[in-house]
């Protein structure tokens, strides 16, 4: 397992945008697939979106498909998650997630090892 930090949370209003960063704390991204899950008071956590190692083919949730894009910097070490046209119900702590030997794919997302403390998202008027 690794260290994730994760950033960019707030509250916007609905329709605004938000930009969320991953970074590991002592290691580099460039051999981990890499997810962001969220998790809303009160619901199952829900796996967002994530991007490979090898080949940067990502994987989206439908929820957040044409409005969430994921991409990876390797030479800052950082992993984003552009999130756009945010909706209340977009609402929850997201965490940062990685796994050096699990593909990115909407079932393996889930059993990645890795994570960060999370970064509260709040979309309200």
């Known amino acids: 397992q690794v260290q994730l930090v994760e950033s960019g949370g707030g509250l916007v209003q609905p329709g605004g945008s938000l930009r969320l960063s991953c970074a590991p704390s002592e290691f580099t991204l460039d051999y981990y697939a890499i997810g962001w899950f969220r998790q809303a008071p009160g619901k199952e956590r829900e796996g967002v979106s994530c991007?490979?190692?090898?080949?940067?083919?990502?994987y989206y949730a439908d929820s957040v498909k044409g409005r969430f894009t994921i991409s990876r910097d390797n030479a800052k070490n950082t992993v984003y998650l552009q999130m756009s046209s945010l909706k209340p119900e977009d609402t929850a702590v997201y965490y940062c997630?990685?796994?050096?030997?699990?593909?990115?794919?909407?079932?393996?997302?889930?059993?990645?090892?890795?994570w960060g403390q999370g970064t509260q998202v709040t979309v309200s008027s």
């Open positions: 997630t990685a796994d050096r030997r699990l593909p990115c794919t909407d079932e393996a997302i889930y059993f990645f090892d890795s």
């Open positions: 991007i490979s190692s090898r080949d940067g083919s990502t």
